[in-house]
């Protein structure tokens, strides 16, 4: 059997899995209502619906080549879908699906949704584009260098801004149609204060499992149907992002710093790592479904402002954290302007545009060729549209993030 017709047969089996599992959980919701006083029944996951299939009994050295060969012929998206549909066959495919990919920082590429908050790779950066919608107010992160022509770009992340009375909000989801935080599509959101001179930027997660939990639970209230006993309504503060007051009014491009609680200063240092979660706190099945879009949700309701955690999280040991800066422009007399080189990824100018570089101190031991690498990049390229490329030791969630807090309103900065 060629790879081509595996792939196929791969593509069919995702499909008639996920109709499977719709009608299993239709009949779990009648069972419980005509049988209420009997204890539930399980409805059939995905993997135990083919377990006894013959893919399921494949040898592990088969297997392992196939997945393999998935792997390094499947490198963009969307045509890298298979390689997620390889590991939602059933368990076995699951945990050596697991093992071959790695992670962006050792390849370069995205997979699954945990990627979205690991570290990129150490060279060539992460490219992305990031689409506004004005009349929703929403923020969509896309992979690719720009927006193609049939509207097939893999989205990554999107932001939904609710603005309060006090505050800002952008709540950053996996999907584009779910902003809930009580949907497990919820990722962390970024926070403003009444200026817009400040951000802090919370996870839906400790970054890593040395980070210590010590949060506040929300007293928020959800909608009955959005309620998940799997699910807590956390928020870790892994950064911070301050603007600098333009009080003289001067002309120039905006100043800002990011301080990164989650990310130590020695990870930019020869031989340092950053951290890397290797899973989200649900389970590696409920990870791939937010990869096809879900319809029908509820959107995100405000009966009240949910309670942060005041103090910073830091990695156990890991010392002084990473602070980005403005990578200084320099005037062009003939354009009577302020520019920098974007490398081609930046048209338009934009007082929004920017790139971001390690702010370190002698002391910190960091070479000259890591103080000069551009870590993130922002800027315009059309009408709403805007590209982001990020690195090591950013994530895809942390860079669009700091990316978010470049569109709330600066009266003060500017």
């Known amino acids: 059997m060629s790879l081509k017709s595996i792939m196929r047969e791969l593509k069919e089996m995702k499909e008639g899995i996920g ?3 719709k009608r299993g959980g239709e009949s779990k919701v009648w069972r419980s209502r005509t049988r209420s006083h009997v204890a539930p029944d399980r409805a059939p996951t995905e993997s135990e619906s083919v377990e006894q299939s013959p893919w399921a009994n494949l040898p592990p050295e088969l297997l392992l080549d196939i997945i393999q060969r998935v792997e390094e012929s499947e490198t963009a998206w969307p045509a890298r879908a298979v390689v997620v549909f390889c590991a939602a066959v059933c368990r076995s495919w699951r945990e050596i699906t697991k093992e071959i990919v790695q992670t962006p920082e050792q390849c370069g590429r995205l997979t699954f949704p945990i990627s979205l908050k690991q570290p990129g790779p150490h060279e060539s950066p992460i ?3 990031i689409r506004r919608d004005r009349a929703t107010s929403t923020y969509l992160l896309f992979y690719g260098l720009v927006p193609s022509e049939g509207e097939s770009d893999k989205l990554l992340l999107a932001a939904r801004k609710v603005r309060r009375a006090t505050c800002t909000d952008f709540v950053i989801s996996l999907v ?3 902003f809930s935080r009580a949907s497990y599509t919820y990722v962390g959101k970024l926070r403003s204060n009444f200026f817009g001179t400040k951000f802090t930027i919370h996870d839906s997660q ?5 980070i210590i939990p010590s949060i506040t639970r929300s007293s928020r209230r959800f909608h009955s149907k959005q309620v998940c006993p799997k699910l807590s309504s956390s928020n870790y503060n892994i950064g911070t992002i301050t603007y600098e007051l333009n009080v003289l009014r001067t002309r120039g491009p905006r100043r800002m710093h990011c301080v990164l609680h989650s990310i130590p ?5 020869e031989g340092g790592t950053a951290p890397t979660p290797l899973a989200f ?3 590696f099945d409920e990870q791939l479904s937010p990869l096809i879009s879900s319809k029908g949700k509820e959107p995100m309701t405000n009966p009240s402002s949910p309670t942060l955690p ?4 830091h990695p156990l040991g890991s010392g002084e954290p990473l602070t980005l800066k403005n990578k200084a422009p320099r005037w062009h007399e003939q354009l009577q302007c302020w520019c920098l080189n974007f490398k081609g990824r930046v048209t338009v100018a934009s007082v929004k545009n920017f790139q971001l570089v390690a702010a ?3 002391s910190h031991n960091v070479s000259p060729e890591e103080q000069e690498k551009v870590i993130l990049q922002f800027g315009k390229i059309g009408k709403d549209i805007f590209t982001m490329d990020y690195r090591y030791p950013l994530s895809a969630f942390q860079a669009f993030a700091i990316c978010l807090s470049s569109f709330d309103t600066k009266p003060a900065c500017e």
């Open 176 to 178: 584009a149609d779910d």
């Open 19 to 21: 109709s499977i599992s």
């Open 127 to 129: 490219q992305c584009y």
């Open 310 to 313: 005041a103090t910073p999280l």
């Open 265 to 269: 200063i020695s990870s930019i240092q």
């Open 206 to 210: 400790p970054p890593c499992d040395s």
């Open 360 to 362: 370190v101190e002698p």
């Open 281 to 283: 706190r649900q389970s």
